[in-house]
């Protein structure tokens, strides 16, 4: 509020600024971009391997104890049996099968936990950048979960 004093009155002219042309940059939404691995994927994946591994040893105790008990066998084909050799390769067969048993149940273990942290170890969205420009602004648009 400017109250009038004795003496002259001097207004100042209002200056305005000229008008400006505005430019817009229309630059598309920021989109989250899904990667496939994560540490947990990193890590399922070696516990696979190891499962695979754990599976194919497996296999060759079952298919030794398999060759073992056929040796066995052919030495003596009935339930009673004197024979020293037959009944160490019997052993033997017995011992295989008890491991190929212990190794398949391992490796399927590790191959079914695998996959289920193959599943819920899904990596979160990665943080997207993008530029945003006008007339004499510029600016950075980042999205993301947190």
Known sequence: VITPSPGPIVTAPIVTAPPTATTTVMVDRPRYRSRTWSTTRGVAVAIAVVGAGALVTGAYFGAQADDLQGQSDAICPTALCADGEALRLNDDAKRSAKNANLALGLGGAAVVTAGVMWFLGK?????????????RQAGVSLRGRF
């Open 123 to 135: 990596p979160d969205d990665e943080l997207v950048v993008a530029p945003s420009f006008g007339d």
